[in-house]
């Protein structure tokens, strides 16, 4: 069982930078895959980023790749989303997940945990 905790939501102004927290209970944190997800009003929740379980490899799609940047701390058994030169298109609430999935993991279906989520609210 791993249970999520995000932090580290707020408004910004467009150009903006804002960082996330995502805080992981259990002994487990260093067998999770860890991914942001996204889900503004009225649309579906989409991909924002993915790590690897050792933090070595991350993965974004091409609409994030270049402004924000994923990674994550074992020792603190956190997980962290830099978000750079922020958009209004941005806004959202914004959620971690943990899957066990060893490759790349872009689908809800394939994460088993999931945080509460944060909101993030863009401004132009």
């Known amino acids: 069982q791993v249970q999520l905790v995000e932090s580290g939501g707020g408004s910004a102004q467009a150009g903006g930078s804002l960082r996330l927290s995502c805080a992981a209970s259990g002994r487990t944190f260093s067998s999770y895959a860890m991914g942001w997800f996204r889900q503004a009003p009225g649309k579906e929740r989409e991909f924002v980023a993915r790590i690897s379980q050792t933090g070595t490899n991350a993965y974004y799609p091409d609409s994030i790749k270049g402004r924000f940047a994923i990674s994550r701390d074992s020792a603190k058994n956190t997980v962290y989303l830099q978000m750079n030169s922020l958009k209004p298109e941005d806004t959202a609430v914004y959620y971690c997940?943990?899957?066990?999935?060893?490759?790349?993991?872009?689908?809800?279906?394939?994460?088993?945990?999931w945080g509460q989520g944060t909101q993030v609210t863009v401004s132009s």
């Open positions: 997940a943990a899957t066990s999935i060893i490759g790349v993991a872009t689908k809800l279906s394939e994460y088993r945990y």
